[in-house]
């Protein structure tokens, strides 16, 4: 899946796998979109997203996230378009999008 450029995945049960390995994408460097659609990921922790650097879009509607820490997404530098619909948040650090200097659309 090494020039893997879209992914998308639905309605799948990958909390356990989420929490074992936390840099669960670190070898799709060249993803540019990502959809997680109605997946219970819940946390997203600073590592989820490393070497997803060429990122661009990036959704992750109902998936039930009731957290975001502060840096989850510093190493998305290219990342234009995010989208948090449906999920459980009530409370986000303005740090957490500090450094999506490309970010149009949220």
Do not use: P, W, Y
């Amino acid at each position: 899946f090494k020039n893997l450029e879209s992914l998308t995945l639905r309605h799948c049960n990958f909390v356990g796998l989420m929490m074992k390995n936390k840099s669960l994408f670190k070898n799709l460097n060249n993803l540019i979109r990502l959809e997680l659609t109605c997946i219970k990921i819940q946390l997203i922790d600073n590592n989820l997203f490393t070497g997803l650097e060429k990122l661009e879009e990036l959704s992750l509607n109902q998936c039930e996230i009731d957290n975001i820490q502060v840096n989850s997404f510093k190493n998305l530098i290219n990342l234009k378009k995010l989208a948090l619909n449906q999920n459980k948040l009530t409370n986000i650090e303005l740090e957490t999008f500090s450094d999506l200097n490309k970010l149009v659309f949220f």
